[in-house]
């Protein structure tokens, strides 16, 4: 397959010095189709997008070169790296996977068939010597990396699978968190509201160090039948079936530990399961429309809804955060930075936004500046970098600390209004810096669950939502990749 330069050129602007923001900088991407899917390289050389077009861009944040390549027939619904960041993976509308080596250097990629239909997800293992992937075929294959073989090919759940998770993929912040300055921090008067509420309330501890186990090679799969099944990758086995939901089961997040396997419901609901003893300890009932996304990092716990609310635990602590108007509309992504510092929120009112994971306020709302609705969102792995697509087809990424690195024109985009200015530690300490203003926007309003579920696309009309029934598997309003929305 032909490999060529992308004929768009990265763009930078510079924020109006009166928003006092001229530390960070936004680079665009532009592609005819809608970004899928996005990931960064875990050494942080490269980003890989995929498209409803079936193509596939890479972008390296050093040198600023673009390579496009058409990959499959149809959309493309997932893409991932290797751990070593050696290879790309991708998986699309066609039933097929593909791999190729990260640097591009070869245009031809090696194409794994099996799947009778759409592919929705595809996920390396922790160690890299396995990736799994589920399809609308109702089954989930495991595939050896070296080889290329299809070692395994479980046939568990009776609808379409929508999400797989990998155990073990948790990284130890402490010994890997990036020697990097503080985020210079700035909210306007209209994300004033954002960050107030109620009081947290308490609960009991999830105790995931009671439930320590040694089985690192676990897999665990979410489908439309409403059901979570785990499985043992090093023995080919099912461990369990994890029955409990009401509701189609959106996303899935293992603790770093393998101890705790959280998933995400159209139920309303967050269920937390020990995966290898095959039950459920915890529902939470917290959110009032279908959950969307689920993150798990540390010992915090975060989801977002259809209707752009938040909700957030610390399962070590059992101190719940009450539930935030975030967005006004859908979340579709929610990712932590590599020290676990701050939460970055992604969502179809085409915003992301960045929160403090100590006092659980807003530092930055970001805004990508096509208005389009964002699809995916991730982390650079240094977690100087946020990188969002939208369906309009941007990549966007703001650089956070591009003061530190470059002497380019820098800017952000972010909402007007009061730019009071934070200084954060690592260690959670905030000392105030100076203020600018500039006119306030409207504050935005969280639409009704029933507005959010009528929200076009930015292509047009919204398809229906995912029949709760687990005999039917329709059309998705989210897209089962990672959660995301259409």
């Known amino acids: 397959m032909p490999t060529s330069e ?24 532009k592609h005819s189709g809608s970004v899928t899917s996005i990931r960064f390289a875990p050494d942080g050389t490269s980003v890989v997008a995929g498209f409803s077009t079936g193509d596939v861009l890479q972008w390296s944040p050093q040198t600023e070169v673009v390579r496009t390549t058409r990959r499959h027939t149809g959309a493309v619904h997932s893409v991932d790296f290797s751990p070593d960041s050696k290879h790309c993976i991708s998986a699309g509308a066609d039933g097929t996977i593909q791999r190729w080596a990260s640097r591009m250097q070869d245009a031809d990629a090696k194409v794994f068939n099996g799947h009778l239909k759409t592919v929705w997800m595809v996920r390396y293992s922790a ?50 968190a990036p020697d990097t300055p503080p985020i210079s921090r700035s909210v306007s008067d209209e994300d004033a509201a954002v960050t107030s509420g109620a009081h947290p309330r308490r609960h009991r501890r999830l105790r995931s160090d009671s439930f320590r186990n040694d089985t690192e090679q676990l897999l665990a799969s ?3 039948d409403n059901s979570v099944v785990v499985y043992d990758v090093g023995n080919k086995t099912t461990l369990h079936r994890l029955d409990g939901h009401m509701g189609n089961v959106t996303c899935l997040a293992f603790s770093k530990d393998n101890a705790l396997l959280v998933s995400a419901s159209t139920d309303c609901t967050l269920r937390v399961w020990h995966p290898t003893q095959g ?65 970055a929120t992604a969502s179809r009112d085409a915003s992301v936004g960045l929160w403090d994971v100590l006092s659980d306020e807003l530092i930055y709302r970001l805004k990508v500046p096509d208005g389009s609705e964002i699809a995916s969102m991730c982390f650079s792995p240094d977690g100087t970098k946020v990188v969002a697509g939208t369906k309009a087809g941007n990549t966007v ?54 507005q959010s579920a009528r929200r076009p696309s930015a292509s047009g009309s919204s398809p229906p939502r995912p029949s709760r029934s687990a005999t039917s598997s329709p059309t998705p309003a989210w897209s089962p990749v990672e959660g995301q929305f259409y």
């Not at 975060?302 to 752009?308: K, Y």
Request: net charge neutral; proline share 4%.
């Open 6 to 29: 992308s004929s768009s050129t990265p763009t930078s602007a510079t924020a109006s010095s009166s928003m006092d923001v001229s530390n960070l900088r936004r680079l665009e991407l």
């Open 127 to 176: 160690d890299g010597t396995w990736f799994a992937s589920c399809s609308a075929d109702s089954s989930v294959r495991v595939w050896n990396a070296g080889t290329g073989a299809c070692v395994c090919v479980f046939k568990e759940h009776s609808a379409t699978v929508t999400h797989i998770a990998c155990g073990g993929v948790g990284v130890d912040a402490s010994s890997t």
């Open 222 to 224: 979410a489908s439309w």
């Open 279 to 343: 039950h459920c300890f915890e529902v939470f009932q917290d959110h009032a429309a279908d959950v969307t996304h689920v993150a798990l990092q540390d010992s915090h716990l975060v989801s977002g809804d259809a209707d752009g609310n938040v909700w957030r635990m610390n399962i070590m602590t059992g101190k719940i955060f009450p539930v935030r108007s975030a967005h006004g509309d859908a979340v579709t992504s929610i990712a932590f930075s590599p020290d676990t510092s701050v939460i």
């Open 397 to 450: 990424v703001w650089d956070l600390y591009a003061d530190q690195h470059t002497s380019k024109p820098l800017t952000r985009s972010g909402s007007r209004g009061s730019a009071k200015k934070l200084q954060a530690t690592r260690s959670g300490r905030r000392s105030s810096s100076s203020t600018s203003v500039s006119p306030a926007s409207p504050s935005p309003t969280s639409p009704t669950r029933a």
